[in-house]
């Protein structure tokens, strides 16, 4: 028979609030920037991740969006359907593809990144700076990555 899960236990209360958190603001910052400028906060977080020097691989992708290879392969296809995005096909390897940002798919980017950062400070403004680097801090430990900069450094 299943254990019940203890809410109480210090951990899972944070895994909780943490799917909560993100359950409630991930379709609130999809619909301002649907909004704001048509781009789904999808295709916002696959041009983000794709606004770099290097390509990357459509698996890469995958990881770095969470989402599922059908899915990313679906989602890429749309964003290259609309000319924000190009897919080539890896040289080395015939089974992988590389996709990168194209000049249009930067610029709906860069005009999207206010609506979407004005949408994460609004939900977080009740938080201060102190806590905002804490659970920053938190967050990072949590996936093994402890020794970043810490982010009040930068000034």
Same mark, same amino acid.
């Given at each position: 028979?299943?254990? *019940?899960?203890? !809410?109480?236990?210090?951990? &899972?209360?944070?895994?909780? /609030?943490?799917?909560? +958190?993100?359950?409630?603001?991930? @379709?609130?910052?999809?619909?301002?920037?649907?909004?704001?400028?048509?781009?789904?906060?999808?295709?916002?977080?696959?041009?983000?991740?794709?606004?770099?020097?290097?390509?990357?691989?459509?698996?890469?992708?995958?990881?770095?969006?969470?989402? *599922?290879?059908? !899915?990313?392969?679906?989602? &890429?296809?749309?964003?290259? /359907?609309?000319?924000? +995005?190009?897919?080539?096909?890896? @040289?080395?390897?015939?089974?992988?593809?590389?996709?990168?940002?194209?000049?249009?798919?930067?610029?709906?980017?860069?005009?999207?990144?206010?609506?979407?950062?004005?949408?994460?400070?609004?939900?977080?403004?009740?938080?201060?700076?102190?806590?905002?680097?804490?659970?920053?801090?938190?967050?990072?430990?949590?996936?093994?990555?402890?020794?970043?900069?810490?982010?009040?450094?930068?000034?």
């Amino acid at each position: 028979m299943p254990t *019940s899960v203890n !809410r109480t236990r210090p951990a &899972v209360a944070a895994w909780a /609030a943490l799917l909560q +958190v993100h359950a409630t603001l991930v @379709p609130e910052l999809d619909a301002a920037l649907r909004r704001a400028t048509g781009l789904p906060l999808s295709w916002y977080d696959v041009l983000l991740e794709l606004d770099a020097p290097q390509r990357l691989r459509m698996s890469d992708l995958g990881e770095r969006v969470v989402l *599922s290879r059908t !899915r990313v392969s679906r989602l &890429v296809t749309e964003l290259e /359907a609309q000319g924000l +995005v190009r897919r080539e096909s890896n @040289p080395d390897d015939g089974r992988s593809a590389f996709v990168s940002i194209t000049v249009t798919g930067r610029q709906r980017l860069r005009e999207a990144a206010p609506h979407y950062l004005a949408g994460i400070e609004e939900r977080f403004a009740a938080v201060c700076t102190d806590d905002l680097n804490a659970l920053a801090a938190t967050l990072h430990k949590v996936l093994g990555l402890a020794d970043l900069p810490d982010p009040a450094a930068r000034g």
